[in-house]
C-alpha cells in the first residue's frame, strides 16, 4: 500500500484541476499509489478531493481519506461523500488545538511516500510542511511534487 498525500495554499487556483487529474494519475500508474489523504481546509484540499475521486471511477481499488486535525466522533462517522474513511492522527489529542493542523500535516509527510503540493513559496504553513518534506526527500523517504513549479 503507498500513501499520497496533498498539501497546498487554500486560495490555490481552478485552474490547477487538470494538473491535480494528471497528476493523480501519474502517481496511481508509475507508482503503485492506492491511498490518498486530503485535509479539507481550503481550496487546494476540496480540489485534490475532488480529483481523487475523479480517479476512483476509473481506478476502483483507490481510496480517500480525511485528514481530521480536531477529535470529532462525528464528523468520523459522517464522512463527506466520496471519502472511504477519516484519519484522525496518534498522540494529536495531546497538541493544543492551534497548532493541530500543522501536526496533522507532519505527521502525513512521516506516514506517506508522496506528497503532490501546491507551495508558491510564500510564508506560511504550506512552506513549512514543503520544506519538511524536502529534508526528508534528501534522505530518499518521500517523494514531492510540487504543481506550482509546473505553472
Known amino acids: 500500500m503507498r500513501t499520497c498525500f496533498f498539501i497546498g495554499h487554500r486560495d490555490a487556483p481552478e485552474s490547477l484541476r487538470s494538473q491535480l487529474d494528471e497528476a493523480i494519475e501519474r502517481h496511481i500508474m508509475e507508482y503503485g499509489v492506492t491511498d490518498f489523504v486530503v485535509g479539507k481546509y481550503g481550496n487546494f484540499d476540496r480540489m485534490a478531493a475532488q480529483a481523487v475521486q475523479r480517479a476512483k471511477q476509473r481506478y476502483t481499488n483507490i481510496r480517500l481519506t480525511l485528514l481530521l486535525a480536531y477529535y470529532d466522533p462525528i464528523q468520523q462517522s459522517n464522512l463527506p461523500p466520496g471519502f472511504d474513511g477519516s ?23 512521516r506516514h506517506s511516500e508522496y506528497l503532490i503540493a501546491y507551495d508558491k513559496g510564500l510564508v506560511g504553513n504550506t512552506r513549512e510542511l514543503v520544506l519538511y518534506a524536502r529534508r526528508r526527500e534528501k534522505k530518499e523517504m518521500i517523494h514531492i511534487e510540487n504543481l506550482a513549479e509546473k505553472m
Do not use: K, Q
Open 87 to 109: 484519519l484522525y492522527p496518534d498522540g494529536l489529542e495531546n497538541v493544543p488545538r492551534r497548532y493541530a493542523i500543522v501536526h496533522a500535516n507532519r505527521y502525513m509527510v
